[in-house]
Nanobody, 118 residues
Framework: VQLVESGGGSVQPGGSLRLSCSLSGMSHMVFVVLDVSWYRQAPGEQREMVATRPSGKDAEYVDSVKGRFTISRDNFKSSFYLQMNDLQPEDTAVYYC??????????WGQGIRVSVSS
């Protein structure tokens, strides 16, 4: 079982990126009950949760990304996404996807770099 991320890169301020995370090795019927989240870790900083979309519940966001980032999930594809708009230099970080749900355990993606600079 693993989470595989894609979609990072470098953009200028005001640009957009879409991160994807796919769960492999587990039925999509299990994915449905998992809570999924995106975290990020900037250089010299602690890892913080950016957005979360618990199973069957509404999304929640850290204040700094509200109105700019959107987390979504496609249960049939066992995948979830982070659409990031109006990116700013302070969004530069390594982004990690995360999924958890008892009794299936919790899983981290490998991390993907997002760089925002002019």
């Amino acid at each position: 079982v693993q989470l595989v991320e894609s979609g990072g890169g470098s953009v200028q301020p005001g640009g957009s990126l879409r991160l994807s995370c796919s769960l492999s090795g587990m039925s999509h019927m299990v994915f449905v009950v998992l809570d999924v989240s995106w975290y990020r870790q900037a250089p010299g900083e602690q890892r913080e949760m950016v957005a979360t979309r618990p199973s069957g519940k509404d999304a929640e966001y850290v204040d700094s990304v509200k109105g700019r980032f959107t987390i979504s999930r496609d249960n049939f594809k066992s995948s979830f996404y982070l659409q990031m708009n109006d990116l700013q230099p302070e969004d530069t970080a390594v982004y990690y996807c995360y999924a958890k749900g008892a009794p299936f355990g919790d899983y981290w993606g490998q991390g993907i770099r997002v760089s925002v600079s002019s």
